[in-house]
């Protein structure tokens, strides 16, 4: 663990109650001091570090100037809260960031009443404002709401229907745009800030409102010209245009790390009678903090660092990572066929599509924070003879489960999906597990659903995904790395719907979905050395089951045990229905379904919330001798 950093002033804030009562010249000391300990925390436990660097200052001004929490402030993505937490009373825990037991790397309702919504997924803060601010409205009842969101995440569609809608929140509602990439901002400096400072102010906004008013008495081609000037002038000096269009009093672009400039701008937007207002901040990624300025990407999200090196902490060689087995193999594919293609959403480097990329980029689309967007366009690639691949965490894909449905499933498009982070995922938590989505697509007609139960099985089934042109299809692997097996030199064609006996045994029966597969034969030895001869298969298809197979398993055993990472309605379930819909359970088979508890699990090591589940090869044999009656002399009790 770093020696902690000297905070002599921070030390005096526990909420921002006590940072309201410093003086603005003591400002730039905090903000100096909440970087260091954001870095140390993040040194000692891991996380995102990158993006809450980038709004130490902008987090401090906000916190000075507005009056939380009462005014709400939603935070766009999550992962950039960091300084934040450690400004509302939660500094004590800063230490047990993404462990067990403790806080959130993201905001959490029931972390903080400083967290007024949860955001782990992007794109949510300017709709979720809008709810608070009109609620507000309606209540009759004080405080804005204050929404600070990512240049990236403003490219997802939702944001843009939530600005169309919110001109009616008035100035209750504050959006800050954080474009810490210069993606849209020129260079920013002394006369942006003036500027933003006098088009922000009280007396131009009386001003413009008193012209305004005149200019509706006027006839409306007079009207409708002093509206244009009016927006033609401050786009030409401040551009913005894009969001006068869509309702909102545009400022900026004003340095996000300068409080001399940050200050009396928010003082007037927090005064300001016109609204809503956006205020355009620019910030760089990992600021104050070289390590984190001269490669934001790698300090994005880190382990364990060294802070006077930045030296992160490695893990010891093993198993290559799941994401980039599926990279190489789907650039493998990529080289014997010219139709292979590549789609991800904003996460490149998260699902090995980067890997993909530098082999062929032609044939490589990141579409953004735009999953929508991404499904539907693999369905248009896949309707012209293409054959893409969408990329996307099981988490993420939620999000675009109407275009899976209406584009893709109904018009059976044999769009390729690559499943990642399927299962728990350790620190990120309930936000960010990929629980759901064997139960959201196996329920789909049309849809083969495969998991893969180690890296070389993944490379199969990437390449069976490529061959399949019937209709869509998914593979789904977890996070982490895999298991230590060979990767196959030629990849195999598997038979849709075909799974494989892994052990025989006679009397206990072990159905596995995905990389359970492990503790199912650890499961197995256990039940060994009780006399119970144990047949472990690993059944491939979630979708199309392989019927026969599970036929002749569950008629020949006494006990059936499925197991799955994910939640009720999956594998199991439909295991359930067809031993229910044959009659395989009336002549007294003990047919048990583990699965993920209908709870949503917070952040723990994936071991720990694997066991926590029961999903685990003390979890597979504790069911197998309660289905048993199993008592303590270890026998099978008469029934």
Known sequence: MTDLPQTPLLDTVSTPADLRKLAPEQLRQLADELRSETISAVGTTGGHLGSGLGVVELTTAIHYVFDTPRDRLIWDVGHQCYPHKILTGRRDRIRTLRQGGGLSGFTKRSESEYDPFGAAHSSTSISAALGFAI???????????????????????MAYEAMNNAEAAGNRLVVILNDNDMSIAPPVGGLSAYLSRIVSSREFLSLRDLMKRVARRMPRPFHNAARKTDEFARGMTMG?????????????????????????????????????????????????????????????????????????????????????????????EADRDPRVCAITAAMPSGTGVDRF????????????????????????????????????????????????????????LPVRFAIDRAGLVGADGATHAGSFDITYLASLPNFVVMAAADEAELVHMVHTCVEHDSGPIAVRYPRGNG????LPETPQLLEIGKGRIVREGKTVAILSLGTRLAEA????????????????????????????????????????????????????AHVLTLASDEGLIDGG???????????FQDQDKPEVQYAQAGLDAEGIVGTVLKALRWNETGAAASA
């Open 357 to 412: 990329a530098k082999r062929h980029p032609d044939r490589s689309f990141d579409v953004g924070i735009a999953e929508q967007h991404g499904v539907t366009f693999a369905a248009g690639l896949a309707a012209q003879g293409m054959r893409p691949f969408c990329a996307i965490y099981s988490t993420f894909l939620q999000r675009a489960y109407d275009q899976v449905v209406h584009d893709v499933a109904i018009q059976n």
């Open 240 to 332: 913005g245009t894009l969001f006068e269009e869509l309702g909102f009093y545009y400022v900026g672009p004003i340095d996000g790390h300068n409080l001399e400039h940050l200050i009396p701008v928010l003082e007037n937007v927090r005064d300001a009678e016109e609204g809503p207002i956006l205020i355009h901040v620019v910030t760089k990624k990992g600021k104050g903090y070289a390590p984190a300025e001269a490669a934001s990407d790698k300090y994005h999200g880190v382990q364990k660092f060294d802070v006077i090196t930045g030296a992160q902490a490695k893990a010891p060689p093993g198993p290559p990572a799941y994401q980039n087995v599926f990279g190489d193999a789907l650039a493998d």
């Open 135 to 157: 609620a507000n409205k309606m209540a009759g009842q004080p405080g804005k709401a204050i929404a600070v969101i990512g240049d990236g995440a403003m490219s997802a569609g």
């Open 521 to 572: 034969l650890k499961a197995a030895e256990q039940l060994e050395a009780k006399g119970l001869s144990t047949t472990v298969a690993d059944l491939r298809f979630a979708k199309p089951l392989d019927e026969a197979m599970i036929r002749k398993l569950l008629s020949t055993h006494q006990v059936a045990v499925t197991i799955e990472e994910g939640s009720v309605g999956g594998f199991g």
């Open 589 to 599: 088979l003990k047919l048990r379904t583990l699965r993920l508890p209908d709870v």
């Open 483 to 486: 298991v230590g097996v060979p």
